[in-house]
């Protein structure tokens, strides 16, 4: 692999093991096992250091028995005390503060003590070439078998040791060459063997070092997920009650249903206030109970679509447990509820509002003496029956009529005379028309009539009719006869209301010019 200088080197993190040292590749890693280690690590070398003291010891009788009070005996027992100082020295060092460093010079510093130590009682002890070997054989493997040091090392002393105890062997007896290449054979073979176990020991140390670092990775993983969890879940249990508190709590009616068949899921105080029922009566219900008109859901629902999910002052008429019809302005929004789609509505009542305004709006389009629409209730009803057609083109005829010598009835009996006889007009158009035909007083003594689906001819039938009735009635209380004029047009393509009613204004005075009291149709 190709590296640019001034590349940072990325450490190779892959928990893989050296099979010629019996150590993680890793260094960090390494570290970590042998850290992990050393107190299991120390414990193992300060008993074995102990194991060691007491085997010298117990060796001092022996060599008592063996060589007796003499110089060899003494010069022994002061090697064999330099080694029970140097192993007590080693595993005090190591014991007062433990770290991998002087856990891994205490192992070398003991097993050379050891070796160094039969490398220096063997000639004093004198014993046969196939006995020094066997004594040097055994503290070897003993080195290899029971020390827990660095493989690398204690390999290479006991490679050294063991050259160093056969050159001193063949140097101080001179065994026959048969004899000597046996007991190398020997010690091949075994080191071999104690080596295998020593490198097995490592890697499987390693190893379960892996195990129990995966395994508590693991565990702390699971744990750090539970106490997330919990967290979790007292947050939500937390945001569910802050949640219940704001919704029971809100100063404006919220109602909770679902989407698909508008059952109610949920609803606050200010709700049942609103509607005048109890919780019992309203959980579980279909919201088409509250509407005033059931359409009225299904087109609540489209607009819900239409903005997105999102609606805002959306005007809606609900029906209350007394019969009561509200209008209310409802803010929607779509939501979950259980992993169901559902709405979360909130209502504002305008029913007061309303009635104001369609108070003010009756007094900005009523005329106050007849009843009857004024110039500007007559202009919007008739700007919408224009639309429709416009739209549909059906027949749509208007009458203009005033009243014949109003002016003469006025000042002859006053205004209160004169208001009687707008009164009486007005009456006698109300109870002629039909529910959709329009009648309004456009100022004075003036008025006029919008008949939609009627024709000109249609139309001309029904204000002979008016004229008559007018004519026929007793309006004037000074005795005098009250008689209208009126003039019909029917509306042609292109046109629009003033031309309409310029043409039947112009038929109203041809009216006049010919006597009054009779109806002229353009």
């Known amino acids: 692999m190709t590296t640019h200088p001034g590349a940072p080197v990325h450490q190779d993190d892959t928990p893989r093991i050296e099979w010629w040292s019996a150590e993680f590749s890793n260094r960090a890693l390494e570290a970590e096992f042998r850290a992990a280690s050393l107190a299991f690590e120390t414990r193992w070398t300060v008993h074995a250091i102990w194991i060691g003291i007491a085997i010298l010891v117990a060796f001092v009788p022996v060599d008592f028995v063996t060589m007796g009070a003499t110089l060899p005996f003494f010069v022994a027992l002061l090697i064999r005390c330099s080694m029970i100082f140097g192993l007590w020295s080693a595993g005090r060092w190591l014991a007062r503060n433990a770290t991998p460093v002087r856990l891994d010079l205490a192992v ?5 003590v050891l070796v160094g130590g039969f490398l220096a009682i063997l000639p004093v002890r004198g014993e046969g070439f196939s006995l020094a070997a066997l004594t040097a054989l055994a503290v070897l493997l003993a080195i290899l078998l029971l020390a827990p040091g660095r493989f690398l090392y204690t390999v290479a002393l006991a490679l050294t040791a063991s050259v160093a105890f056969l050159a001193e062997d063949r140097w101080l007896q001179h065994p026959p060459l048969h004899e000597l290449l046996h007991v190398v054979l020997v010690f091949v073979v075994l080191q071999a063997y104690g080596i295998y176990i020593l490198h097995s020991l490592n890697l499987n140390r390693r ?7 995966d395994l508590h990775e693991a565990n702390r993983r699971l744990a750090e997920e539970g106490r997330q969890r919990l967290a979790t879940h007292r947050l939500l249990e937390e945001s569910e009650a802050n949640f219940r508190a704001l919704f029971q709590g809100a100063p404006v009616p919220l109602i909770l249903s ?6 109610v899921l949920e609803v606050n105080q200010g709700f049942l206030d609103l509607a005048g029922q109890s919780r019992d009566e309203v959980l579980g219900k279909s919201t088409l109970d509250c509407y005033a008109d059931a359409e009225e859901r299904a087109l609540l629902i489209q607009a819900v679509e239409r903005s997105g999910g999102r609606l805002n002052g959306y005007e ?3 029906r209350t447990a007394d019969g009561r019809i509200l209008t209310v302005l409802a803010s929607v929004f779509g939501t979950t509820h259980l992993g169901a789609p559902a709405l979360m509505t909130s209502l504002t009542d305008i029913s007061e509002r309303k009635a104001a305004e369609q108070e003010l709006r009756m007094q900005a389009t009523t005329d106050p003496l007849t009843g009857l629409v004024n110039r500007r209730g007559f202009l919007e009803g008739a700007a919408r029956e224009v639309g429709r057609w416009q739209r549909h083109h059906p027949p749509l005829s208007l009458v203009l009529f005033d009243i014949d010598l109003f002016k003469e009835a006025n000042d002859r009996g006053g205004h209160l005379a004169g ?3 707008l009164q009486g007009v007005a009456e006698i158009c109300r109870s002629a028309l039909r529910e959709n035909d329009l009648c309004g007083r456009l100022g004075g003594d003036e008025f006029v009539l919008l008949l939609p689906d009627t024709d000109a001819q249609a139309a001309a039938l029904l204000a002979e009719r008016l004229r008559g009735e007018v004519a026929a009635a007793t309006l004037d209380a ?3 006869a009250v008689t209208i004029s009126l003039g019909v047009a029917q509306f042609r393509e292109k046109d629009d209301l003033d031309d309409v009613l310029v043409r039947a204004d112009a038929f109203l005075y041809e009216a006049k010019k010919r006597g009054r009291n009779r109806v002229e149709v353009a």
């Open 478 to 480: 000074e005795g005098g």
């Open 419 to 421: 208001d009687r006889i």
């Open 207 to 213: 190893r379960e070092f892996l195990q129990k670092r």
């Open 316 to 318: 809606l008429r609900l």
């Open 108 to 112: 070398v510093l003991g097993e050379a």
């Open 258 to 263: 679902d989407f698909n068949d508008g059952r």
